[in-house]
């Protein structure tokens, strides 16, 4: 069901227009046969279908009626709107984004089996619609379903803060559970942790999230705290929380244990060069019913 790309194949689109943008690809993506002799391909984005001619996609954006990604809005908070996509119910979307994501994928596996996935897509919203500025996905049924699957944010659009902004909303949205009521509101305490292997900069944003996640919470606390309460807290993965510690040197082994040790002073010069915060996902803002 799954192909995975033994090794890094010669790139064959070379560039795509998006919206407003021209965009430089940086690997290979499998698509269909008949589009391999083109270096550039035109995606509309709303429906990312996509073409070999601007004139076809001209042609295409006059009959087109989406104006934002399929599915449902989950999440709006100023200009930045967040799409919740069954792949089972926008197939043809759910391949198109994966044609297009394999683009700025390395090593990654390419999803043919859409249905078993749900896209989050980000977008900066306009008067002329809403433009995906990112996405991941996570699978919707599996022993590990609260785990991401793919990470992306469109070249154009990233060191914006967008990467911290995505991987915030997938850990916030594991642990809400739609109670009875209708609120948000019920901690679940899943616990999640990103697909292997990850890319160089999906480590690296996904370190400077943990990194500043707990080190807020370190610099906060008062007292002994254990790997399992932060874990508890964060839903982060007690292991990424061990990597994360260990990798600041807040970690020191005693008596065949791992016991944080965080020195107020070791705390803040990490602080300082742990970078920008990113944005926040406002929890309040959120209209969702996790999948059942
Ligand atoms: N060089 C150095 N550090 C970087 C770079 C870079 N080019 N890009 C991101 N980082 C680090 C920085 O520490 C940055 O924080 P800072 O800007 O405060 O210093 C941090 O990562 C996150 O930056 P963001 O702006 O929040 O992230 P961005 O929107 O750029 O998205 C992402 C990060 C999604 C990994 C993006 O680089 C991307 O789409 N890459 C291509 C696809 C990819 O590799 N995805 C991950 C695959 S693994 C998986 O999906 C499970
Ligand atoms: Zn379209």
């Not at 009626?65 to 599915?71: A, C």
Request: proline letters at 4%; aromatic letters at 12%.
């Amino acid at each position: 069901l799954r192909e995975h790309e033994e090794f890094t194949k010669v790139k064959n689109i070379a560039t795509i227009e998006l919206g407003r943008y021209e965009i430089e690809t940086w690997y290979f993506s499998p698509f269909p046969p008949e589009y391999n002799d083109s270096l550039k391909l035109y995606f509309c984005e709303f429906c990312l279908n996509f073409m070999k001619r601007k004139e076809q996609l001209q042609r295409h954006m006059r009959k087109c009626d989406l104006k934002h990604p399929p599915g449902d809005e989950i999440y709006r908070s100023g200009t930045l709107s967040m799409f919740e996509v069954d792949g089972k119910k926008n197939k043809v979307y759910g391949q198109n984004l994966c044609y297009l994501a394999k683009l700025f994928l390395d090593h990654k596996t390419l999803y043919y089996d859409v249905d078993l996935f749900l896209f989050y897509i980000l977008c900066e919203c306009d008067d002329r619609g809403c433009h995906m500025v990112g996405y991941f996905s996570k699978e919707k049924h599996s022993e590990e379903s609260y785990n991401l699957a793919c990470i992306l944010t469109l070249p154009p659009y990233q060191r914006k803060g967008y990467g911290k902004f995505l991987i915030a909303f997938l850990t916030v949205t594991n642990v809400i559970k739609h109670d009875a009521a209708y609120e948000l509101s019920k901690k679940e305490g899943k616990v999640g942790t990103p697909e292997r292997p990850l890319s160089d900069l999906g480590l690296l944003s996904y370190r400077g999230y943990w990194t500043r996640v707990l080190l807020d919470i370190l610099k906060k606390h008062k007292g002994n705290i254990s790997i399992k309460e932060l874990s508890d807290m964060t839903a982060i993965k007690a292991e990424d929380i061990l990597n994360t510690l260990q990798s600041l040197e807040l970690i020191q082994y005693r008596k065949g244990q791992h016991v944080i040790c965080a020195d107020p002073k070791v705390l803040d010069r990490h602080l300082k060069a742990a970078g920008r915060g990113g944005l926040d996902v406002d929890v309040s803002k959120l209209i969702w019913t996790p999948y059942k």
